[in-house]
Every structure is written in structure tokens, then in C-alpha cells.
T-cell receptor, first 113, second 111 residues
Framework: ETGVTQTPRHLVMGMTNKKSLKCEQH?????MYWYKQSAKKPLELMFV???????ENNSVPSRFSPECPNSSHLFLHLHTLQPEDSALYLC????????????FGPGTRLTVL | QKEVEQNSGPLSVPEGAIASLNCTYS??????FFWYRQYSGKSPELIMF????GDKEDGRFTAQLNKASQYVSLLIRDSQPSDSATYLC???????????FGKGTKLSVKP
């Protein structure tokens, strides 16, 4: 596969569940990002990783926990989520951190019941 | 809070017409400006970027930047039904070292 891939594409979970979102980039990039996209709201940056080190955390609740084991993989661990966390979660990557050109994965559509 | 403003639309244009999408931003120190296209149910796709005042053309797309007015626009010539999508304006630089996105403008091109 090429580009940025995300799994699962759709996820339905209860508020007491624990799940993880996975992102993989095949572009040789050094920076990876998690964004949240809710209806009628702008894309919100959640986390930025540069060379597997977190460089940005935009006041995201602790029920979202990122993990970056290497420069090609990024995870978002979810636990005790709220219904308002239902959204499209997008992963992106770029050659260097905070690069102008970010390439997005297809997203995970998350529904919290 | 630095903001990027777009008219949410929908903007409806007939096939073959010019579609004009507008965006304003609040951070005067912003350096780079981007247009992403997002089809329904899909992820954003970068289609244009511009760094300097003036126009930048790429095929049917023209990005226009006016830093004094803090205004960036995207023109789509000879609009096609396949151009129907939500167009996201994004701004980089200034006091925040991240891409800041607008809410997007939904464009509908009618055959």
C-alpha cells in the first residue's frame, strides 16, 4: 500500500470500552499528526509527533492517549469516551514537523454510544 | 485564538462557470496558505498552496493571496460536477506553528 492508511475505517464503541486507532504511513515522512473532524467545526489538531517524540498536545482530554512506536506508525488509544467524542479521526504525515504539506489518511469514523 | 473564516455555503454554480471560494484569516504573521478538497466521506486532499502575494495558477485552479487584506481565495474555472466537494482553507505560520483550518465551503456544480 502507498500513502497513509488508517484502521479501522469505522468504529462503534460504548463509553466503557477501550479501543485503539492505527495509522501507518508509507511515505518515509518524519512527522505524524492526529486530527479530529466534527460536523460543522474546523479540523482540530490533537497531537503531533516528530521522529517518534510528541511535540504538541493541544489540551486533549486524557481519555485520548497517543503512541508512536516508530516514524511509520501512530496509534490513538481510546478509553471511557463520551458521545461528544464521536467524529472522524484523521491521521496525517509530513516530511518534517509542522511542514506545510501534510498528507491525510482516509480517517476512522468513530461513534460513541 | 487564531481563526480562519470561510463561508460554509453551499455555493452552487452551473457546469462550466467559475467558482470563487473565499477565506480570511486573523493572524497577520501567517506565512503559507493552502486549499484542501474533501469529498463527502473522504479525507482532505491538498490541491493548491500559495506563499506570496498575487496569483498562482495550476490547471483550472487559481489561488489568490492578499496579505494586506488577510484574504486568500480559490478560483475554479470551467467547473465540473466532479469539483463538487467541500473546500478547506488552511493557514500556517504566525504565532501558532500549526496548520489552522477553516470550517470549509461546500461547492455544488450543477450539470
Amino acid at each position: 500500500e502507498t500513502g497513509v492508511t488508517q484502521t479501522p475505517r469505522h468504529l462503534v464503541m460504548g463509553m466503557t470500552n477501550k479501543k485503539s486507532l492505527k495509522c501507518e504511513q508509507h511515505l518515509g515522512h518524519n512527522a505524524m499528526y492526529w486530527y479530529k473532524q466534527s460536523a460543522k467545526k474546523p479540523l482540530e489538531l490533537m497531537f503531533v509527533y516528530s521522529l517518534e517524540e510528541r511535540v504538541e498536545n493541544n489540551s486533549v482530554p486524557s481519555r485520548f492517549s497517543p503512541e508512536c512506536p516508530n516514524s511509520s506508525h501512530l496509534f490513538l488509544h481510546l478509553h471511557t469516551l463520551q458521545p461528544e467524542d464521536s467524529a472522524l479521526y484523521l491521521c496525517a504525515s509530513s516530511i518534517i514537523p509542522q511542514s506545510n504539506e501534510q498528507f491525510f489518511g482516509p480517517g476512522t469514523r468513530l461513534t460513541v454510544l | 485564538q487564531k481563526e480562519v473564516e470561510q463561508n460554509s455555503g453551499p455555493l452552487s454554480v452551473p457546469e462550466g462557470a467559475i467558482a470563487s471560494l473565499n477565506c480570511t484569516y486573523s493572524d497577520r504573521g501567517s506565512q503559507s496558505f493552502f486549499w484542501y478538497r474533501q469529498y463527502s466521506g473522504k479525507s482532505p486532499e491538498l490541491i493548491m498552496f500559495i506563499y506570496s502575494n498575487g496569483d498562482k495558477e495550476d490547471g483550472r485552479f487559481t489561488a489568490q493571496l492578499n496579505k494586506a487584506s488577510q484574504y486568500v481565495s480559490l478560483l475554479i474555472r470551467d467547473s465540473q460536477p466532479s469539483d463538487s466537494a467541500t473546500y478547506l482553507c488552511a493557514v500556517y505560520g504566525g504565532s501558532q506553528g500549526n496548520l489552522i483550518f477553516g470550517k470549509g465551503t461546500k461547492l455544488s456544480v450543477k450539470p
